[in-house]
């Protein structure tokens, strides 16, 4: 089996563990920091629909993803999973008070489904970093204004 592309990211918000929590528990702050993030349609307390634009150097494609929340832990950790066409994601977010502030952990895994699964995980890996860097820099505006 293929392993899976993977991006981690962790950095430090001035806001206290409570209200980032907060903020990372609702879909729709969140889907305002994923890049490409067009709508977010909450479904119920665990599940959501979001509507995504992906640029693939000249191309765009715009996709929908299910995800699915698998774990809170209230202050400490969120787990989810999302699902789309020809991909599959897990994420995790891990926080820590620092100081006065909060270090959030973010990693997400892309898997890649089909025929053409090897070219979109490489795809996948060169491209997974800066989009878990631009979620993370978009997380920090909104929480620190």
């Not at 977010?40 to 665990?46: I, K, M, P, R, S």
């Not at 977010?93 to 898997?111: C, F, H, Q, S």
């Amino acid at each position: 089996m293929r392993a899976m592309p993977e991006g981690t990211v962790a950095f430090d918000v001035n806001a206290p563990v409570e209200k980032v929590w907060s903020f990372l528990s609702d879909m729709q702050q969140v889907g305002r920091c994923v890049p490409g993030v067009e709508n977010v349609e909450v479904l119920d307390a665990t599940h959501a629909r979001w509507t995504l634009t992906v640029k693939i150097g000249p191309l765009s494609q715009t996709i929908k993803v299910l995800t699915e929340t698998l774990e809170q832990i209230p202050l400490r950790r969120g787990r989810f999973r999302a699902e789309a066409e020809n991909i599959a994601m897990i994420g995790a977010t891990e926080l820590t008070p620092a100081g006065k502030g909060t270090r959030i952990v973010y990693t997400m895994a892309v898997n890649a489904k089909g025929p053409l699964a090897r070219i979109m995980d490489h795809f996948m890996r060169t491209m997974l970093k800066s989009q878990t860097e631009e979620f993370a820099a978009n997380v920090k505006r909104a929480l620190e204004g």
